[in-house]
DNA sequence: ATCTTAACGGCACTCCGTGCCACAGGGCAA
DNA sequence: TTGCCCTGTGGCACGGAGTGCCGTTAAGAT
């Protein structure tokens, strides 16, 4: 069942190769930890050449998390099959809760990567960089949809940055957690909290500044007025 | 003026070879590229040794922007320094536009790190981690702020990023116009716009919806009086 | 059975980053 | 001055990442 029985590709061969070396990368990761284990013992424990992992991954990193570019063309599929009159909240917070589908699918991978990341300085700022490309599709997105509009780009930028960061609050908190299911929609409504942040839905031109200062002093009057009891 | 003139250090001169290396590996990066500049042509262009470079700096990637650590340090000052009344919304700006100092002090520098950084990949993801890192700084002190109010964190995590995400709009749109001291005001204008996108000022406890619901009517009911004009 | 195709393994190479050590030169004390 | 300590330095060697190249080998087509 070695290298011999492997030679050539199979038709599916090559999806199996590719599973066993995700699973020798994550199980050799979490006993030796990342930087005492070498593309070398990665495939060997695959059972394939050091040059073949590289055919499959770019580098070591992409052997933990290869689901990255995945998760882009999930995003982007949303934006381009939604319906052109759906709100841009709603379509928001659709888009950004289907890339919950592809952490929690397999809590347990989810948990060890979750490890992973947290403890491996190099994992931490590939995971920030991961991050980075999916702020930037969302800031596209909502940008194309926002021209014209006061402070449109701004607004896209914060929108999908207050998204984003509100999906990793949420998502961390879930896996910290211990990642069970029966928490996901816990899970889910937290990272809904963040639709009242957004400023989606405050198209008027006017002044967003006159309409916040009048925000303001209602929230000063309802301060003082539970401050006091 | 070699490596013989400064064999044993002087007492600034650490600092001058520091200088030097930075200068020699950002006119190497500009004039051959980032990949096809090795650490040891760095190194012999400042006229030091390879193993010399790696004392200054942890990695090639360093030698671009050596000043993260000192910028952390400044926004860590600010909030530390900062009058306990001060409204958080005055003290998140404040502390998102000492950035804006450490990036246009130089604006030569700036526009070259900025050209380099939109080229490499490799720059580019470290600059995300970059990114990632003030982030999270935001988001620690805001959230240590926050403490009891309600979804304190999340408001903390979205704000933060929010601040982040506008500084960089700001900037990256001031570098890609040409970086002119003349347009800092307006890009500080820019940036400070995204005030009102912010959830900090909506303190009451009552509850965010009914704010915003109300928000909103107040919204629609300018944009229709603008759009009959 | 033969040909074509494509994945594989191995080799060699460059470069990054680090541990180790010998050395140079300034400061200090006798 | 002489000898010693201390610190920054350069050179060397090593391990590991990632890449180009090429011979090999098995699978599928004819």
Redesign the pocket.
């Known amino acids: 069942m070695t290298?011999?029985t492997?030679?050539?590709?199979?038709?599916e061969?090559?999806a199996e190769?590719r599973r066993e070396l995700v699973a020798a990368a994550a199980r050799l990761f979490t006993e030796r930890g990342y930087d005492d284990?070498?593309?070398?013992d990665i495939?060997a424990a695959a059972?394939?050449?050091?040059?073949?992992f590289?055919?499959?991954f770019?580098?070591?990193?992409d052997a933990l998390s290869p689901d990255h570019e995945r998760g882009l063309s999930r995003i982007a599929e949303v934006f381009a099959d939604a319906h052109p009159d759906e709100p841009l909240l709603s379509l928001a917070l659709r888009a950004a809760e289907t890339v919950f589908d592809l952490y929690t699918v397999d809590p347990e991978v989810a948990r060890q990567r979750f490890a992973l990341v947290g403890t491996v300085p190099a994992l931490r700022d590939r995971e920030a960089a991961s991050v980075h490309h999916y702020r930037r599709l969302f800031t596209r997105e909502l940008a194309a949809r926002l021209t014209g509009r006061p402070d449109g780009e701004l607004r896209a930028a914060v929108t999908a940055a207050a998204l984003v960061a509100a999906h990793n609050q949420a998502l961390h908190r879930w896996l910290a957690d211990g990642a069970r299911d029966a928490d996901l929609p816990a899970c889910v409504d937290h990272f809904r909290r963040v639709a009242p942040m957004l400023p989606l839905e405050v198209d008027a031109e006017p002044d967003l500044a006159e309409v916040t200062r009048r925000l303001e002093r209602a929230a000063l009057a309802l301060e003082r007025r539970s401050g006091s009891r």
Chains 1, 2 share one sequence.
């Open positions: 290298s011999s492997r030679r050539g590709r199979s038709p061969g090559r190769v284990t070498t593309v070398d495939a059972g394939v050449g050091r040059r073949t590289f055919r499959y770019r580098g070591k990193e």
